[in-house]
């Protein structure tokens, strides 16, 4: 009994075959004009899932340097700020050193003044920077101004934590520093006097930052072995505290307090002014002295006051007084037992004097707000020397600091687009199709395919004899 293949059989046969044959010949044209061997998961479910794992792997380190990129923007913005700080710093102490220098009259120090102040308002802008809309250099409140003006001096308002970027899954690149640790970095030195009145450190700790001016005013003079007719003069305009003596010499026609200078006295008398060692003032009338000569001690009373409002008398023994002011929050302890004369002493808490209220404070005794004399300006000037040296150098290492991190950021940039160029080629050994392969693959289906549809042509030419044998 013979078996024969039924015409339905043959045609669902010859249909398989040419089906198959063509979606391999399509296949091979999809990888050809899409370049890729895996053009769906079902091409090759392993090689799908490692290139997953790679495109993963491309956009974190696309994520990376994006961040990266970002960073090193604000960086070099930071960086180029920090390098015309320096600069305006630098052009500032040229400025100072000129106005310490014994030729420079009264009016040169005023322009100097002005020149200082003038670099303290561009530093303020350099302090309160912004890239876009952050500011540079207030920490993570990037919303919030970082350097204010106050009664009291500049302040800063910001935080002491650096803007940070994540550039890895563990890892971070600070962006900026905070505006504390430029501008207003303390390295806490003692509380330090500029030695015009005497005034020193008591026995206990002080508390405060940046500087205070402390006042002592005279409050009177009294005279204890006045002769020859020589009386107190203008009082008011006094400036000794404490005992001093007084020598009238009659031959000589000199008058002389403590160990100052000897001044001559007028053949006509009237009034004198002599200043002791340390430019403590009094005033004497001269007018009916007879010529004598005698010893004398003059002896100045005076009160002292931090805030410039109240004001505690002093007895001139104490080792530990204390002076406050609450509304900055300063407390200072004073010995004033070697205190000689009335006027405005400067106090500064060591190592804590921003830089702007350090150029703030150049420019007041650059215009002599406190009617110094040629001496005592430059002790304070050169007292401020040191604090604006000190926050120089605090501006230069933090530019330092912040080139490190940009060379940082630069590296890692370097880093993931290394990275990225090496996963890309393994990424495309995965899922890219080699042409030449392809080509010839698809040349062999579609030859396949036309031998396939001519066999099934021959294949299905039956006539009614084939149905009736």
Request: aromatic letters at 4%; a negative charge; proline letters at 2%.
């Amino acid at each position: 009994m013979s078996i024969r293949p039924t015409q339905q059989a043959t045609f669902t046969q010859i249909q398989r075959g040419l089906l198959a044959n063509f979606s391999a010949l399509v296949r091979s044209q999809e990888q050809i004009s899409s370049g890729k061997r895996i053009v769906r998961p079902s091409d090759d479910p392993v090689g799908a899932s490692q290139a997953l794992a790679f495109r993963r792997q491309i956009a974190a380190a696309e994520r990376s340097t994006t961040a990266v990129e970002g960073a090193q923007v604000m960086l070099d913005t930071a960086s180029s700020l920090l390098q015309d700080a320096g600069g305006l710093l630098a052009e500032a102490r040229a400025s100072l050193l000129q106005g310490m220098n014994g030729t420079a009259s009264a009016d040169d120090r005023k322009l100097l003044a002005g020149s200082i102040r003038l670099i303290r308002d561009r530093l303020l802008e350099i302090g309160n920077a912004r890239a876009g809309n952050r500011y540079l250099f207030a920490g993570t409140a990037t919303d919030t101004s970082p350097f204010a003006q106050g009664a009291s001096g500049v302040r800063y308002l910001g935080n002491e934590e650096a803007q940070e970027v994540l550039v890895g899954i563990d890892s971070r690149l600070a962006t900026t520093l905070p505006g504390d640790e430029i501008f207003a970095a303390e390295q806490r030195s003692g509380t330090q006097f500029s030695g015009l009145t005497g005034l020193a450190s008591g026995t206990t700790a002080d508390q405060g930052t940046g500087y205070v001016r402390v006042q002592v005013r005279h409050d009177a003079t009294t005279a204890s072995g006045l002769a020859g007719g020589v009386a107190l003069g203008a009082s008011a305009s006094d400036t000794i505290v404490g005992t001093h003596a007084l020598v009238v010499d009659g031959a000589a026609r000199t008058v002389q307090l403590g160990n100052g200078e000897l001044v001559a006295l007028p053949t006509s008398g009237g009034p004198v002014v002599v200043r002791d060692e340390h430019g403590a003032e009094a005033h004497l009338d001269f007018t009916g002295w007879d010529g004598s000569s005698f010893t004398a001690s003059l002896d100045g009373s005076a009160s002292i006051s931090l805030d410039g409002s109240s004001w505690t008398t002093l007895t001139l023994s104490e080792s530990d007084l204390q002076l406050a002011d609450p509304a900055s929050g300063t407390v200072l302890h004073l010995d004033t037992r070697s205190l000689h004369r009335a006027g405005t002493e400067l106090v500064t808490f060591g190592g804590t004097v921003n830089v702007f209220d350090v150029l703030q404070g150049i420019v007041a005794d650059l215009e002599n707000a406190d009617g110094l004399d040629a001496t005592s300006q430059r002790e304070r000037l050169d007292m401020w020397l040191d604090e604006l040296d000190r926050n120089h150098e605090n501006v230069l290492v933090a530019t330092g600091e912040l080139g490190s991190l940009s060379q940082r950021a630069g590296g890692l940039e370097e880093a993931y687009d290394a990275e990225m160029t090496q996963v890309r080629g393994l990424l495309s050994g995965v899922e890219d199709v080699d042409f030449a392969t392809a080509v010839m693959e698809m040349s062999r289906a579609e030859q396949t395919l036309q031998l396939a549809q001519a066999t099934s042509a021959r294949l299905l030419q039956n006539s009614l004899l084939n149905f009736l044998r």
